[in-house]
Structure formats: C-alpha cells, structure tokens
T-cell receptor, first 115, second 113 residues
Framework: DQQVKQNSPSLSVQEGRISILNCDYTNSMFDYFLWYKKYPAEGPTFLISISSIKDKNEDGRFTVFLNKSAKHLSLHIVPSQPGDSAVYFCAASPSRETSGSRLTFGEGTQLTVNP | KAGVTQTPRYLIKTRGQQVTLSCSPISGHRSVSWYQQTPGQGLQFLFEYFSETQRNKGNFPGRFSGRQFSNSRSEMNVSTLELGDSALYLC????????????FGPGTRLTVL
C-alpha cells in the first residue's frame, strides 16, 4: 500500500521554465511534508518542507503547495536550471518528527532540465 | 564538517551470502537511520539507532539487522541474501531530536547475483 505516490517517474522541462512535481498521499494522519533532492552517487538532501497548517511555503526558486482536501502537494521550481536535474522525493510524516520511522517516501520523480 | 560516509560504496554478492555495511555519521550526530531504495519503491525505512539502542524498526524480515557503536558509527547486516535485496542502502544521521533534519550518506549499492 503506497501511502505516498509520485505518479510521474520522469519530467523534462526547458531551462528557464517552471517545473512542477506532484505528490499524492492517502493517509489523512500525515501532517508534515518534505521534499528531498537526490543527485546520482549522492544521498538525498533536504530541500523544503511544509506543515499542514499552511498551504504554501516558499524558499527562493522553490515553492511547495499543499492541498489538504485533495491530499495533494506539489513542488514548483521557477526558473528551472540545468543544475536542478535530479531525482525528487516527496515524503510525509504524521508530525514534525522527521526521524526515519516517521517518514514515508514516494517513489521519486526524475527531473531533467534541458539547456 | 565531514558528511555521512558509507562503506563500501559498491558490493557484489551471491545468493545465500551475508553482507555488512558501515555508516559513519556526521560528528556530533547520535541518531542513525537506514533505508533501502529500490526502483519504483522510493526509500523504505529499515531501522533507527540512538545511543547504541534500536529506537525504531521498519517492516523488514529478521535477515536485516543492525547495531550502533559507542562512537555512533553503525553497521547493518543482511544474512542469507536474496536477489530482491539488490538495492541502494542509504544511511542518514541526525541530532537526537526527532524533529532534526536527517543528512544522508551517498549509499552502498548492493548487487546480489
């Protein structure tokens, strides 16, 4: 039972355009959401997070939107840069606790930004 | 500050063998978690150690085990390897609080033939 799903295994965009990565979840107990970025041969790195009391959180070129009623979140990258090409993982937790046992990850989306 | 290091980076084993993977956390981090990443499955939580004690365990068979040493370094062991154990095994460390951000190592790529 995949409680966190990233339905697009890959996404390709042009440099300078917007990248939108989507994530759906089924467990209504999830209260805190995170995005991680992973380059080949490196471990995932934390990118941005959002609590369920908010519907938007912004950090530079990265914005995460949360739609609790639809159990959907998305990561927007504007403008996209070639260095953003990586696998992006969505993760969810029932609280702000993000220790390993509390996080449920999606399958990941490979983003490719073309120059 | 040095990041999380994992050794070895690549490993090839055959079915039935056992394997031990090592993880050295960031200096000062006392919590270490292990994950398995397979294509199409995302990251699946294996277990978490804190102060040499297993704090949480994921839904994996008993062939998967781990331990943590007094210097916070951690090892995980997989016995009686199966083809399906082929995966990237990631280790993450964090400060003691469960709200602290996890920092991941580069992983160990295990191939079981």
């Amino acid at each position: 039972d995949q409680q966190v799903k990233q339905n697009s295994p890959s996404l390709s965009v042009q440099e300078g355009r917007i990248s939108i990565l989507n994530c759906d979840y089924t467990n209504s107990m999830f209260d805190y959401f995170l995005w991680y970025k992973k380059y080949p041969a490196e471990g995932p790195t934390f990118l941005i997070s959002i609590s369920s009391i908010k519907d938007k959180n912004e950090d530079g070129r990265f914005t995460v939107f949360l739609n609790k009623s639809a159990k959907h979140l998305s990561l927007h990258i504007v403008p996209s840069q070639p260095g953003d090409s990586a696998v992006y993982f969505c993760a969810a937790s029932p609280s702000r606790e993000t220790s390993g046992s509390r996080l449920t990850f999606g399958e990941g989306t490979q983003l490719t930004v073309n120059p | 500050k040095a990041g999380v290091t994992q050794t070895p980076r690549y490993l090839i084993k055959t079915r039935g063998q056992q394997v031990t993977l090592s993880c050295s956390p960031i200096s000062g981090h006392r919590s270490v978690s292990w994950y398995q990443q397979t294509p199409g499955q995302g990251l699946q939580f294996l277990f978490e150690y804190f102060s040499e004690t297993q704090r949480n365990k994921g839904n994996f068979p008993g062939r998967f085990s781990g331990r943590q040493f007094s210097n916070s370094r951690s090892e995980m062991n997989v016995s009686t390897l199966e083809l399906g154990d082929s995966a990237l095994y990631l280790c993450a460390s964090s400060l003691p609080l469960s709200t602290d951000t996890q920092y991941f190592g580069p992983g160990t790529r295990l191939t079981v033939l």
